[in-house]
């Protein structure tokens, strides 16, 4: 596997294998591409349930709004603005930009983005400081680094969050170990 640069990005978006949009060239970097905030988040409705189990669909609170206070110590779903589709050799990974970690918040991913992968990015957001931290959609927040598999792979994704767009919560109850596919 190798991370691909940013010359490598271009070509691979020019040639139309690879697709990001919308995309502005400053949002290419030299081995990563800054993806931006959107206007979408999820948050967990604690009123609504006594605990969060892997065997129920957990309950959210819908948010739509330009501006997203993080409270201290709180967790929250984002999405991005941008889209990705990967073709069946190249993957991906989602990191937090330097910048915004230096503020106190945890970006992640959960991981991996597969192989065949179409859709916008759940960010799952964690405000680690003792403050709020207030951010504007539009504003650029992670990073995605591409990486070229050794070969394409057998099974491309086609699981249960392929084509999302907005921020999209837990589907762990759908799991095969509790009857609820593949």
């Known amino acids: 596997m190798s991370i691909l640069s940013d010359r490598d990005i271009s070509e691979w978006l020019a040639s139309g294998k690879l697709s990001i949009e919308p995309l502005s060239d400053g949002q290419i970097q030299p081995a990563s591409v800054d ?14 349930m006594e605990s969060i189990t892997m065997e129920t669909d957990p ?25 990705i ?13 330097s910048s915004v970690g230096r503020m106190g918040l945890f970006i992640q991913n959960a991981g ?18 003792r403050l709020p931290l207030k951010f504007s959609a539009g504003r650029r927040i992670c990073q995605l680094v591409l990486a070229r598999l050794s070969s394409p792979c057998m099974r491309p994704y ?20 509790v009857g609820g596919g593949p």
């Open 59 to 83: 309950r959210y609170v819908d948010i739509h709004a330009d501006e997203i206070v993080i409270p201290p110590h709180s967790f929250l779903l984002a999405t991005t603005m941008e889209s």
């Open 85 to 97: 589709r990967l073709p069946d050799d190249l993957t991906a990974f989602v990191e937090g930009r």
């Open 158 to 177: 086609r699981g249960k969050y392929q084509h999302q767009r907005g921020t999209i919560g837990s589907r762990i109850f759908q799991d095969a170990e």
């Open 35 to 48: 993806l931006r905030l959107g206007s979408h988040y999820l948050k967990i409705d604690e009123n609504a």
């Open 112 to 129: 991996w983005v597969d192989p065949g992968f179409e859709g916008t990015l759940t960010l799952e957001l964690y405000n680690a400081n």
